[in-house]
């Protein structure tokens, strides 16, 4: 197993510098504070590039004396005394009933590798006015995924009704390793249509790219609009999409 990067903690001068996950630690409370609900992310997933990634924790949380503070962190794995990866640390004031933060995640500075990609757990601390505290190792999971960028291209760009139109396009993803996007082969994406007049996109196909991420797909035109492919994600990398290549109809 890879070493475990420390986990950096923001907030006060009382707060510590550093913070690892700890070991041999379960579920521990003392007095009556509770976790009533985790949102990661406003509810999404974090999708990571080749640089740094914000996201936000949101906890909230009850105690007969009132919520002082929060520290929170994500871990990947299965066991919170071997975990393979440690990142998002912080720590924050919280008022009476919620704590609100943000953190960060960078690859680089984390020591993640691409098969990092997928579910985190989320472990909170959460600490009262009266000294009573509760810690929960898995509060919560989010998705960290790679960054996606996929590309659209029609010719011709102007064509006469019923005549055929090329579509293409390619898929790359954030490399954490390498920090910069590659290829990504063999997926598929779904060739999508916006007529001019139209505010959604609707599928027309599901078409698969092949090794290298290039699609490519002949459609008949039928009215001026936007033609896009979309790729709709996997469990290690997020979706993506474009605004589309206008082909004109005459």
């Not at 196909?205 to 039928?222: L, M, P, W, Y």
Request: charge should be positive; include cysteine.
């Amino acid at each position: 197993m890879r070493r475990r990067p420390a986990v950096a903690v923001l907030g006060t001068a009382a707060a510590l510098a550093v913070y690892a996950v700890p070991g041999a630690q379960a579920d521990e409370h003392h007095g009556d504070t509770r976790i009533t609900q985790v949102v990661m992310n406003n509810g999404k997933g974090v999708a990571v590039g080749t640089g740094g990634k914000l996201f936000g924790y949101r906890v909230t949380g009850t105690d007969n004396s009132g919520l002082r503070a929060m520290e929170a962190w994500l871990w990947r794995g299965t066991d919170i005394n071997r975990p393979t990866a440690v990142t998002g640390g912080v720590y924050s004031g919280c008022t009476r009933s919620t704590c609100s933060v943000g953190g960060d995640i960078e690859p680089r500075r984390d020591g993640l590798v691409n098969a990092d990609a997928g579910t985190w757990r989320v472990r909170i601390a959460l600490f009262a006015q009266d000294d009573d505290y509760r810690t929960v190792d898995q509060a919560a999971t989010v998705q960290v995924l790679r960054i996606a960028k996929i590309t659209t291209g029609a010719f011709p760009a102007s064509v006469k009704k019923g005549y055929p139109i090329v579509v293409s396009g390619d898929l790359i993803r954030a490399d954490w390793e390498q920090q910069k996007y590659v290829t990504f082969g063999n997926q598929e994406a779904r060739l999508q249509f916006r007529p001019a007049n139209s505010g959604s996109f609707r599928t027309v196909k599901i078409i698969k790219g092949d090794a290298d991420g290039f699609f490519r797909t002949t459609v008949r035109a039928t009215a001026d609009g936007y033609w896009r492919l979309r790729f709709w994600g996997s469990s290690t990398t997020a979706a993506a999409s474009n605004a589309g290549a206008y082909v004109d109809v005459r």
